[in-house]
């Protein structure tokens, strides 16, 4: 089947520590996005990737990177300089194009511990 | 730079009963698309409205899009307990390279 695959599911971070998480699809999508979401909150985007090997910043890039070295796949570091990364991180990819939705993988919760 | 609201950010009903969700946005869109999402898990897209379509259906989903007044509605009929959930709206702006932006969301509790 195809689709999204997250992981870990949950994540706990020290202080001063970068994690990664991971995002790997097998829907042949071009496109991929991260997005972070607050408890009760929406979806604010963190970064974006039409194509392999480019990436853009989206409106909460600070304290984040990424890369897209394959098409399957789009990690997301979380590094020291974030410093409130507590939050529910959710990945996401399309067909590039307009009047096309998105499909979600099932989310990683980081904890600051 | 989230240009969606949602109204109300809570709805409760009874089972059997219908449930409306609406969303204003601000700037000239390509489409718009409502999200489901269960609590803790990722969202699963319902239904995608481009900006020339006015109502668009999908079972027991219905949407409409008033691009004069910026504003869109979900309307599911007939609610059952598994549609308990969060519903987004999404804007995929002109000129927006294709990013979707939310809003805050409506959580709705369905009542047996």
């Known amino acids: 089947d195809g689709g999204i695959t997250q992981s870990p599911k949950y994540l706990f971070r020290k202080e001063g520590q970068n994690v990664t998480l991971s995002c790997e699809q097998n829907l042949n999508h071009d496109a991929m996005y991260w997005y972070r979401q607050d408890p009760g909150q929406g979806l604010r985007l963190i970064y974006y990737?039409?194509?392999?090997?480019?990436?853009q910043k989206g409106d909460i890039a600070e304290g984040y990177s990424v890369s897209r070295e394959k098409k399957e796949s789009f990690p997301l570091t979380v590094t020291s300089a974030q410093k409130n990364p507590t939050a529910f991180y959710l990945c996401a990819s399309s067909i590039t194009g307009v009047n096309y939705g998105y499909t979600f993988g099932s989310g990683t919760r980081l904890t600051v511990v | 730079s989230q240009q969606g609201e949602e109204d109300p950010q809570a709805l409760s009903i009874q089972e059997g009963e219908n449930a409306t969700m609406n969303c204003s946005y601000k700037t000239s869109i390509n489409n718009l698309q409502w999200y489901r999402q269960n609590s803790g898990r990722g969202l699963v897209h319902l239904i995608l409205i481009r900006s020339n379509e006015r109502e668009k259906h999908s079972g027991r989903l219905r949407v409409t899009l008033d691009t004069s007044k910026k504003s869109s509605s979900l309307l599911i009929t007939a609610s059952r307990a598994a549609d308990t959930a969060s519903y987004f709206c999404?804007?995929?702006?002109?000129?927006?390279?294709?990013?979707?932006?939310f809003g805050q969301g409506t959580r709705l509790t369905i009542n047996p």
């Open positions: 999404a804007t995929d702006i002109v000129g927006g390279a294709q990013k979707l932006v």
């Open positions: 990737s039409q194509i392999v090997n480019d990436f």
